[in-house]
């Protein structure tokens, strides 16, 4: 992870973007995630173009986030 990894984890884009990554690999359960999600983007006060633009640089790292937590998604 990157040196600043303690501070990506106050970063609420990245919170957004780890259940972003999680909740793409369990596509089935969309519809209920999907309103989920929404609730954590407005608590977090994020857009979901802006965790995608978070995910599109920061892949890696929330990858690294969901695996050294247990949770690959699956």
Do not use: C, W
């Not at 990245?14 to 969309?30: D, P």
Request: hydrophobic share 40%.
């Amino acid at each position: 992870m990157a040196a600043s990894g303690r501070k990506a984890r106050r970063n609420p884009l990245f919170g957004a973007a780890v259940v972003k990554a999680v909740l793409r690999k369990r596509s089935a359960e969309a519809s209920a995630t999907s309103t989920l999600y929404q609730g954590i983007l407005r608590d977090l006060g994020v857009t979901d173009e802006e965790v995608e633009a978070y995910l599109a640089e920061h892949e890696d790292d929330v990858e690294q986030a969901i695996r050294s937590h247990g949770r690959r998604g699956d």
